[in-house]
């Protein structure tokens, strides 16, 4: 078990790995809290900066707006089945774009289970290569967001997007380049 922790245009990104498989992710915030956040959850991991190399590229890119996929293999085999099809389902929501609770719900094959598909984002191991920041309410508005900066974190990812939906609180934006 191994980890990096990177710089980005957003700040520090981490992530935790084990050979070429990607377990978790975890967004922009302070290099220390994302280590400690790492350290509780995995003790036996050791840092890596050299980790899955070209999944580092593309996340650097991702952040300074020049990538909108991720080639890299992700471990979701220790989560219910439930919750695998339906970050599966939310991994291919292309970039720019974003769908309802409800939709993925019925993407994932559980029609009617909205609710349940707000907990599996909510519990997203790997944001950013799982985009559950591209989910959003059925009125447009945001949901919720776990990540260290909240609601406020998933606005500018959709922001870098251009992809804010119509009745957004801040669909008026846009991206700058």
Not at 66 to 77: K, N
């Amino acid at each position: 078990m191994e980890y990096a922790i990177i710089d980005t245009a957003w700040g520090a990104f981490g992530y935790v790995g084990t050979g070429r498989r990607l377990l978790a992710t975890f967004l922009p915030a302070a290099k220390d809290r994302i280590r400690q956040d790492i350290r509780d959850r995995w003790p036996e991991a050791v840092e890596n900066p050299m980790l899955l190399p070209a999944f580092h590229r593309q996340v650097v890119a991702y952040f300074e707006g020049r990538r909108t996929r991720f080639s890299v293999e992700v471990d979701l085999s220790e989560l219910p089945v439930f919750r695998q099809a339906v970050l599966e389902a939310c991994r291919v929501i292309p970039y720019g774009t974003t769908v309802s609770y409800s939709e993925l719900a019925t993407q994932a094959g559980r029609r009617g289970a909205a609710r349940a598909v707000g907990s599996a984002m909510a519990n997203n191991p790997l944001p950013l290569v799982i985009p559950c920041h591209r989910v959003v309410r059925s009125d447009g508005s945001y949901g919720g967001f776990s990540s260290p900066e909240g609601v406020k974190q998933k606005e500018q990812m959709l922001l870098l997007e251009n992809a804010l939906p119509a009745h957004s609180p801040g669909a008026g934006r846009r991206k700058t380049a």
